[in-house]
């Protein structure tokens, strides 16, 4: 299962205690009460790995090392460990403490989450030609704690959507080292893959259903994804007995969650035309460039079983990569 929302506490390691002690050195004199350490900071680091989320499941509190308390004879206190916790590229992170938002928007990003507490100073900090043999100190300064939510929306250059069972699994089989599972009943992908076609990352996003705009189904979870995609591989069955019903269902659920998704590139294809004869794959393709949204754009018929189709997919794919790279 992939968990996309979840909220925990962080919690930064409080700074150690300065110490009051003096010299034990025989005729030494004076305070050599040591400082604390700092408490261990926390941080977010961005990794491809989508179930990165997983580890939250049952652990929903994070806490980084307390620095360690300074001792006699100059010794201050050692530093408390860090903590670097993995998230997902495209988590957001809400802290609902101070209603600060921040991303996870690159592999290898590192985002300090939680600062850590200073360490207390130690009587050798408080001497003075007046005091000479100083009994205070500091206590540590506590660490930052903050309970945040972070939720993951995908961050891919092309999304495929559509209805539920129109194939969308089995092209970014055919095309990456993706392996999503796929069958041939409605709801088979539950929860999006990605794949990577040279440097084009793709995401395979589970089939929507009328009404998910208002939370039918999972479709407010599904549509989530779909908002950072920067292509929309739009995908109807061949097979289909209404072929512009299917797509303008799928329009109008992105425009009711967000009319800005309805803006985005979008490249229309008739999957499966394996299914149907030939004939009826023009016929179906003329339906669905009487749609306005539809009228100056091609409409690309397809089938994973036909090498000379799914290679009108990867011509559309290369110009993609090439704008990207260039």
Not at 288 to 310: G, H, P, R, T, Y
């Amino acid at each position: 299962m992939l968990i996309d929302d979840v909220i925990i506490k962080v919690s930064a390691g409080n700074g150690g205690s300065g110490a009051v002690a003096f010299d034990k050195n025989k005729l030494g004199v004076g305070p050599t009460g040591a400082d604390g350490g700092r408490g261990g900071n926390v941080y977010f680091l961005g990794v491809p790995e989508l179930d990165a989320l997983k580890q939250f499941r049952f652990r929903k509190e994070i806490k980084a090392e307390d620095g360690k308390n300074g001792r006699g004879q100059f010794m201050d206190g050692k530093t408390g460990k860090d903590v670097i916790v993995k998230i997902p590229v495209g988590t957001v992170i809400y802290n609902l403490d101070s209603d600060e938002k921040m991303e996870m928007i690159k592999v290898k990003e590192k985002i300090l989450i939680a600062s850590g507490g200073k360490g207390g100073k130690g009587n050798f900090f408080f001497r003075s030609s007046r005091n000479t043999s100083p009994m205070q100190s500091q206590s540590g300064l506590e660490g930052e704690v903050f309970n945040l939510r972070l939720e993951l929306k995908l961050i891919a250059d092309i999304g495929f959507i559509g209805l539920p069972n129109v194939g969308k699994s089995s092209l970014l089989n055919e095309l990456t080292n993706a392996d999503p599972k796929v069958a041939n009943y409605p709801f088979t992908t539950l929860e999006p893959n990605l794949g990577v076609y040279y440097d084009l990352i793709l995401a395979d996003i589970p089939g929507l259903i009328e009404g998910a705009s208002s939370g039918k189904g999972l479709g407010t979870k599904f549509l989530r994804h779909i908002e950072r995609t920067k292509i929309i591989f739009h995908f109807i069955s061949a097979d289909s007995v209404d072929v512009k019903k299917d797509y303008l269902i799928i329009r109008n659920e992105l425009k009711e969650y967000n009319p800005e998704m309805i803006e985005k590139q979008e490249y229309v294809f008739l999957s499966k035309s394996d299914l149907i004869e030939s004939k009826e794959v023009e016929k179906k393709i003329k339906e669905l460039k009487k749609i306005k949204e539809l009228k100056n754009k091609e409409v690309v018929a397809f089938s994973i079983f036909d090498d000379e189709s799914l290679e009108k997919v990867k011509v559309i794919l290369n110009k993609l990569l090439k704008e990207k790279i260039s």
